[in-house]
């Protein structure tokens, strides 16, 4: 019984960079070093938004059902190239917690605000996943 507690405390507190990710990465398209990187995980749906370039641009992943970009289901943006990436997981409910057994298509775009308006650059092309577990 000590044993079953630790083992799933340890679960518990698996950091994030232990992920062996099924997906990704995948950068935007700007000159290397990249400005933006995604990866995905389909044992719980995490989705990790990465912002890798110090400047006033930010990295934004673009979550659609289906294999096209008509369905959108979520958007995720890390703000800062703080070293430290953003996360969504099914965890977190409602659209978050994708359904199995299906196609899903994911981008990652750099975002930077233009007097106002948001402005999109470097964008990936449309990542197609098919998330069955
Ligand atoms: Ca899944
Ligand atoms: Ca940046
Ligand atoms: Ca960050």
Redesign the pocket.
Known sequence: MLTMIAAVSTLATTPASAIDWDWGPYYTVDAKPHGATMYFEERGDILK???TESDSKH?IAYVNMGTQDLDEMYTLT?????????YARASDGSWYNLPENRWYSLTICRAYNDTGDTQFSSCSKYYRIYNDH
């Open positions: 938004v990465c912002d990295a890390d703000w800062h190239n703080d070293g430290k990436c953003s």
